[in-house]
């Protein structure tokens, strides 16, 4: 059964303070991973997408990981308009469509 | 492009009432998806759809149905509510080929009492 573990649960940064999100995943044979943001009341909106280990991907502040085992998103000087909770998922190969999410980081990021 | 949009946002049922939650995508996406979404459980699938007129269940299908009759809807009906299915509900779309990035709805608030 694929699982997705992200830590921590919550995480509260002052503004400018760098730091990284973890995602540890187990899944037969990783088609990808996916990293989405999520604001209150709104649905998961896309980030990126990494498909093999030892790739990154990067857009404004934040920049993404991939290992064997794990993803990192990245926050490089973090703003307040970047708190928000950060969901990870993965997709296994074969499967062209299930995803299968953690339970995400709640990142708030004080002025 | 609206993406995708989900109507109603909110709603509140009786237990044993019926209803359903209508999903649109303007964007030609192949694939369609619906989840809930509860404190501390994460995003789970319910059901889903590889193409029009097909349906599968997903992760936690029980007390749900689903349908596509045309590529950019997909349905989602409640039965007979119950208290355990207050959720948020989110429709997901994506491609059939290349990326498989899904992309969602604004979600619906579902209460049961």
């Known amino acids: 059964e694929d699982q997705v573990t992200q830590s921590p649960e919550a995480l509260r940064l002052q503004e400018g303070e760098s730091s990284s999100l973890n995602c540890s995943y187990t899944v037969s044979g990783l088609r990808g991973l996916f990293w989405y943001r999520q604001d209150p009341g709104k649905g998961p909106e896309f980030l990126f997408t990494?498909?093999?280990a030892g790739e990154e991907k990067e857009k404004e502040r934040l920049k993404a990981t991939l290992t064997k085992k794990e993803s990192f998103l990245h926050i490089t000087a973090p703003k307040p308009e970047d708190s928000a909770t950060y969901l990870c998922a993965v997709q296994a190969g074969g499967s062209n469509y299930k995803l299968t999410f953690g339970k995400g980081t709640l990142l708030t990021v004080n002025p | 492009n609206a993406g995708v949009t989900q109507t109603p946002k909110f709603r509140v049922l009786k237990t044993g009432q019926s209803m359903t939650l209508l999903c649109a995508q303007d964007?030609?996406?192949?694939?369609m998806y619906w989840y809930r979404q509860d404190p501390g459980m994460g995003l789970r699938l319910i059901h889903y759809?590889?193409?029009?007129?097909?349906?599968a269940k997903g992760e936690v299908p029980d007390g749900y149905n689903v349908s596509r009759l045309k590529k950019q809807n997909f349905l989602l009906g409640l039965e007979s509510a119950a208290p355990s299915q207050t959720s948020v509900y989110f429709c997901?779309?994506?491609?059939?080929?290349?990326?498989?990035?899904?992309?969602f709805g604004p979600g619906t608030r579902l209460t049961v009492t």
């Open positions: 964007m030609n996406h192949e694939y």
């Open positions: 997901a779309s994506s491609r059939l080929a290349g990326d498989y990035e899904q992309y």
């Open positions: 990494l498909y093999s």
């Open positions: 759809s590889v193409g029009e007129g097909t349906t």
